[in-house]
Nanobody, 114 residues
Framework: QVQLVESGGGLVQSGGSLRLSCAASGSRSSLYDMGWYRQAPGKQRELVAAITSGGSTNYADSVKGRFTISRDNAKNMVYLQMNSLTPEDTAVYYC????????WGQGTQVTVSS
């Protein structure tokens, strides 16, 4: 079982940057595929970026070239560096872990003002 805690959200102006962090605790979190999802009001939760246990990454088209996902297995951390933010990036961002079953954090709010 894995517990996930996100941090780093907040209010930022359009064009700004934020770095989200996800602290994973529990059994051998380095073996899990990790991801960042987001959910805006009235919309479905969507994949933002994912990174496998081997380090391969995948991004939503809307964030390619602006966001970077990374992981530090020694620290049991996953990060999402978000640059060139726009109001369309406003959402609650969730960290996920997957290895057979899914685990979710509680989410962190990101608000981008125009």
């Amino acid at each position: 079982q894995v517990q996930l805690v996100e941090s780093g959200g907040g209010l930022v102006q359009s064009g700004g940057s934020l770095r989200l962090s996800c602290a994973a605790s529990g059994s051998r979190s380095s073996l899990y595929d990790m991801g960042w999802y987001r959910q805006a009001p009235g919309k479905q939760r969507e994949l933002v970026a994912a990174i496998t246990s081997g380090g391969s990454t995948n991004y939503a088209d809307s964030v390619k070239g602006r966001f970077t996902i990374s992981r530090d297995n020694a620290k049991n951390m996953v990060y999402l560096q978000m640059n060139s933010l726009t109001p369309e990036d406003t959402a609650v961002y969730y960290c996920s872990a997957q290895r057979g079953r899914w685990y979710w954090g509680q989410g962190t709010q990101v608000t981008v003002s125009s």
